[in-house]
């Protein structure tokens, strides 16, 4: 009887199994992913993918610790938090014999999305420019002149809602690099931003629609955008895009496995699949971002500023760094200072 009942018992966790095993969940970024892409892969490997979405990298983390019973398979980080949520203990490695088509990652994008590359998948990449209404007001080509806006651009301004990228910004205007870590410079950006605050109509994700939509309707006439969500304003044809001439914010976003996913198997097979070369192609034009895989003629998108960044401003430009807690928190408490209502 007891080795029945053990059988039972075995056949119920098999077959739990097979169902888990249909379903592969994605934590992501809203409008990160081509659903034609999704359906395709859907349909070959009889599988479903689920996506659930946080809007930032708080909402993500506090997810993760909070909902640790949902056996979520991948996600989408960036750069240093691959690195944290390896010390967590979250991620499983991945290399070429699970994901074969990383033969098409070349080693300098591995290295680029995190210094232990061997739990990450570079996804995109991209920077950070300055979108403006030409028919409102002349050209606006520098960070200078973004947080020391002239008096027409009061109450016209869009700013990210982001600590690292709005301090460092404001560092990067100020001739300081991106990352810094002295007390006193951090202080010199934060003053810079109480004195631009005026400017400034909202704070909000530069991805959104929030942003396009003002910028349309004339409510904002200048904005902070990654090259991504440019590629899709610029259309309108009152609206032109530019790279700031001290440099700008690089971000690199990955894919990471995760520990407490059901379904490694089909996520190492996702990963394969969306690093086709012709697939991540297709989803670099689709996303407006570049995409590290090197893999056809087909990803060369050197000749679109909007999809490269220029040598001579890669140059002048910065990944985020870590940095000390102690540092992390004057960048902290200067970005709830500023954004505070």
Do not use: C
Request: proline content about 5%.
């Amino acid at each position: 009887m007891r080795k029945f009942r053990f059988l039972l018992f075995f056949i119920g966790l098999s077959l739990a199994n097979i169902v888990e095993a249909k379903e592969l969940i994605l934590l992501n970024w809203e409008g990160y992913m081509d659903p034609k892409l999704i359906k395709q892969f859907e349909e070959r490997e009889g599988v479903q993918v689920k996506q659930l979405f946080f809007s930032d990298e708080h909402e993500r983390l506090d997810f993760l610790i909070k909902r640790d019973h949902i056996p979520v398979d991948l996600a989408v980080i960036g750069r240093i938090t691959v690195e944290k949520y390896v010390k967590f203990g979250w991620l499983e490695p991945i290399g070429v014999s699970n994901v074969p088509n990383l033969q098409y990652i070349d080693e300098k994008w591995r290295r680029a999305a995190t210094h232990i590359y061997d739990y990450a998948v570079p996804y995109m990449y991209g920077f950070t420019g300055i979108v403006f209404r030409h028919d409102k007001i002349k050209e606006i080509n520098s960070l200078s002149q973004l947080f020391n806006p002239p008096k027409l651009l009061r109450g016209k301004i869009h700013m990210m809602r982001d600590a690292r990228s709005l301090v460092g910004l404001a560092l990067l205007s100020l001739g300081y690099s991106y990352n810094s870590t002295v007390p006193g410079e951090i202080a010199e950006a934060h003053q810079l931003l109480k004195r631009q605050q005026p400017f400034v109509q909202f704070y909000g994700d530069m991805d959104s629609r929030n942003p396009e939509e003002k910028l349309y309707t004339g409510e904002v006439w200048v904005g902070m955008a990654y090259n991504g969500a440019g590629s899709r304003w610029v259309k309108n044809k009152n609206i032109s895009w530019v790279i700031p001439k001290e440099g700008t914010q690089l971000w690199m976003d990955n894919f990471v496995v995760l520990k407490r996913g059901h379904n490694k198997a089909t996520a190492y097979k996702f990963l394969n699949f969306l690093n086709a070369p012709k697939n991540a192609s297709n989803l670099s034009e689709y996303l407006g971002y570049s995409t590290p895989n090197t893999g056809g003629k087909q990803t060369n998108i050197e000749s679109n500023s909007l999809r490269s960044l220029p040598l001579e401003f890669l140059e002048a430009s910065y990944y985020e760094e870590p940095l000390p807690p102690r540092i992390q928190r004057l960048y902290n408490e200067a970005f709830a200072d500023i954004t505070r209502k």
